[in-house]
């Protein structure tokens, strides 16, 4: 293209040089620059969003080599430049591994569900797919822990529950609150990681009570659950790590009022 060739020969060649070569006005170029500009920069917004996406189910510890691993298994090509510089604008960091309160232990011999989702994660109706994770929250009178169920086509919690421990009654009562609000047609899927508090005998019960396909992620692979800890990454960001927490009272009533 002849507006690529001059923007590849700048520093080169004049700009208005190459247009009369070229027989091209310069206004043409410079509208088409500055449209290329703006591509740029919504292009950017797009990579900014699933590089946060990366960088938070590796727990933070994901710098750009790896998060181009995770872009390009997504099927996307991005320069490894490209990603460093968006880091550095977002305040992304990669490191080792702190240490942190763990939500997910895998090493258990419960039945595990087949891969549902695939990192397909766009849907055309509501209450088609809900996402299933769990966090934490630092209080002083100890954790509190968040289950919550998102739903992949609106990215709205459909259902939530928090309590000062992490066994499976739990994500039941999320699950029993999205239920009780929402009220799925059968059939639907459910994504969750591979935590004993989903592999459970009762959550795939509860889920085959509701007419749902039980889908879990697989092995060692944050990005599969992507939606659900980009939910935790926002919460956290605009809300629980910008105060002190107290009480776990404290902090349930702020998580309610956020919603």
Same mark, same amino acid.
């Given at each position: 293209?002849?507006?690529?060739?001059?923007?590849?020969?700048?520093?080169?060649?004049?700009?208005?040089?190459?247009?009369?070569?070229?027989?091209?006005?310069?206004?043409?170029?410079?509208?088409?620059?500055?449209?290329?500009?703006?591509?740029?920069? *919504?292009?950017?917004?797009?990579?900014?969003?699933?590089?946060?996406?990366?960088?938070?189910?590796?727990?933070? *510890?994901?710098?750009?080599?790896?998060?181009?691993?995770?872009?390009?298994?997504?099927?996307?090509?991005?320069?490894?430049?490209?990603?460093?510089?968006?880091?550095?604008?977002?305040?992304?960091?990669?490191?080792?591994?702190?240490?942190?309160?763990?939500?997910?232990?895998?090493?258990? /011999?419960?039945?595990?569900?087949?891969?549902?989702?695939?990192?397909?994660?766009?849907?055309?109706?509501?209450?088609?797919?809900?996402?299933?994770?769990?966090?934490?929250?630092?209080?002083?009178?100890?954790?509190?822990?968040?289950?919550?169920?998102?739903?992949?086509?609106?990215?709205?919690?459909?259902?939530?529950?928090?309590?000062?421990?992490?066994?499976?009654?739990?994500?039941? /009562?999320?699950?029993?609150?999205?239920?009780?609000?929402?009220?799925?047609?059968?059939?639907?899927?459910?994504?969750?990681?591979?935590?004993?508090?989903?592999?459970?005998?009762?959550?795939? /019960?509860?889920?085959?009570?509701?007419?749902?396909?039980?889908?879990?992620?697989?092995?060692?692979?944050?990005?599969?659950?992507?939606?659900?800890?980009?939910?935790?990454?926002?919460?956290?960001?605009?809300?629980?790590?910008?105060?002190?927490?107290? *009480?776990?009272?404290?902090?349930?009533?702020?998580? *309610?009022?956020?919603?």
């Amino acid at each position: 293209m002849k507006f690529a060739f001059i923007t590849k020969n700048v520093g080169r060649f004049p700009k208005r040089w190459m247009c009369r070569r070229l027989s091209v006005s310069p206004s043409g170029y410079y509208a088409w620059r500055k449209r290329q500009a703006s591509l740029h920069k *919504t292009t950017d917004r797009r990579l900014r969003t699933k590089i946060r996406a990366a960088y938070t189910a590796s727990r933070g *510890t994901y710098g750009s080599p790896r998060i181009q691993q995770e872009l390009r298994a997504d099927g996307l090509r991005v320069s490894p430049k490209r990603i460093a510089r968006l880091m550095r604008e977002e305040g992304l960091q990669g490191r080792r591994r702190g240490r942190f309160r763990a939500t997910t232990d895998s090493r258990h /011999e419960r039945p595990v569900a087949t891969n549902l989702v695939a990192r397909a994660f766009t849907e055309e109706a509501p209450n088609r797919c809900w996402v299933g994770d769990i966090t934490y929250v630092r209080t002083w009178e100890g954790w509190l822990y968040l289950a919550v169920l998102v739903d992949l086509y609106s990215r709205r919690v459909v259902g939530y529950a928090m309590a000062e421990h992490m066994r499976k009654e739990l994500p039941l /009562e999320a699950l029993k609150a999205a239920g009780a609000s929402h009220g799925p047609q059968s059939g639907w899927a459910h994504h969750s990681d591979r935590g004993p508090q989903y592999a459970s005998e009762d959550y795939p /019960e509860a889920l085959k009570d509701a007419g749902a396909r039980c889908g879990m992620r697989r092995k060692g692979d944050g990005w599969d659950n992507a939606v659900a800890e980009s939910f935790f990454a926002t919460l956290k960001e605009e809300l629980i790590d910008r105060g002190a927490w107290p *009480t776990r009272a404290s902090a349930k009533a702020a998580i *309610t009022q956020s919603r």
